[in-house]
């Protein structure tokens, strides 16, 4: 689990909502890496596996106590733009909209009186966003 899906939960989990992970990591996708075995002269090969959302888009589902619909969020560090782009761009998104709300969830350093505090930056999406 990233460090910004683990402040997205705490996050929520203090807003009082309940949440469910949906990212899930497939050790038997992605790029296959191998050697070759010195004795044998074979090739021993591993994929590197990779991180999965639920429809490429969502990390965790939340139902928060004050909503009246489920809401799936993408959680991301630092590159806020490349993730909003990414889910304008997925054929899901509109389709999950007319059911559930969807929310993008970046997580940025600010520094105060010499701390570094991560703070959120919420977008919520509308169908408006694809017209």
């Given at each position: 689990m990233?460090?910004?899906t683990?402040?997205?939960?705490?996050?929520?989990?203090?807003?009082?909502?309940?949440?469910?992970m949906?990212?899930?990591?497939?050790?038997h996708?992605?790029?296959?890496?191998?050697?070759?075995?010195?004795?044998?002269?074979?090739?021993?090969?591993?994929?590197?596996?990779?991180?999965?959302?639920?429809?490429?888009?969502?990390?965790?589902?939340a139902?928060?106590?004050?909503?009246?619909?489920?809401?799936?969020?993408?959680?991301?560090g630092?590159?806020?733009?490349?993730?909003?782009?990414?889910?304008l761009?997925?054929?899901?998104?509109?389709?999950?909209?007319r059911?559930?709300?969807?929310?993008?969830?970046?997580?940025?350093?600010?520094?105060?009186?010499?701390?570094?505090?991560?703070?959120?930056?919420?977008y919520?999406?509308?169908l408006?966003?694809?017209?």
């Amino acid at each position: 689990m990233s460090k910004a899906t683990e402040r997205t939960l705490k996050a929520l989990k203090k807003e009082g909502a309940l949440c469910g992970m949906v990212e899930r990591f497939n050790a038997h996708a992605g790029a296959l890496q191998f050697r070759i075995d010195p004795l044998t002269q074979r090739r021993i090969g591993k994929r590197t596996g990779v991180r999965m959302d639920l429809f490429g888009i969502i990390d965790i589902i939340a139902l928060f106590p004050d909503r009246r619909n489920v809401c799936g969020i993408q959680s991301c560090g630092t590159d806020f733009a490349a993730h909003k782009k990414k889910m304008l761009e997925n054929a899901y998104a509109p389709i999950w909209l007319r059911y559930a709300d969807l929310e993008l969830w970046g997580w940025r350093p600010l520094k105060r009186n010499g701390k570094t505090l991560y703070t959120p930056r919420i977008y919520k999406f509308s169908l408006v966003d694809w017209t």
